[in-house]
């Protein structure tokens, strides 16, 4: 009877703890204690952990005026899109060994397809062929923020309304994909692009 109590108690145990990580109801800063004789519910079922790396867009369109001076008609900004598979994948090969493209996360390029992100995403759906714009790359306002910042002067007629960063002028790897309202560019009309991505500890 008492091992019989005790099995009880180990998987009653077990689905409380699979309940709060699918709910967030976890203590943040550490993973809560297995039970003993096992981690997974009786079924078999398997316990995941997800984290998010939270990132901002903003989109600020400039256009000359009468004086010839830019000024701000428009402005976008989006907040935690789809960070890709393919810029996971590439953080966890540049712990094992390193290569310098790691480094150049900040080749700007935009787009005129609004299909939904995906983190599957590997390139903007539909890019508008200009060449990509190289942007800054520089701490955010916090010391686990990377910014980078890039102005794009459009040479033809687009309605842009995704955003990619990537860490070549061409092909390689997409940090991220964000879709956003169309902004209509004309000729001479330019786009200032800031993306932030926190890395954030656990507090």
Known sequence: MGKFIQDIKRRFASNKLEFKLKHGLAQRGRLPELPKGGGVAAGGGKVNFAGTLHTKLIARHLRKDADGEYQEIGKR???????????????????????????????????????????????????????????????????????????????????????????ASSGVTLMDRTVFAVINVIPGDKIEFTFTIQFAAEV
């Open 77 to 167: 900004e989006v907040l935690n899109k789809k960070v890709t598979t393919a810029f996971v994948n590439d953080i966890v090969d540049n712990l094992i060994a390193e290569t310098s493209a790691f480094g150049d996360y900040k080749y700007h390029d935009s787009g005129t397809s609004n299909q939904a992100e995906s983190n599957a995403d590997v390139g903007l759906i539909t890019p508008c062929g200009e060449a990509r714009t190289t942007g800054t790359q520089v701490e955010g306002s916090q010391t686990y923020e990377y910014k980078s910042v890039a102005t794009h002067t459009y040479a033809g007629t687009f309605g842009i309304v995704e955003h990619g960063l990537f860490n």
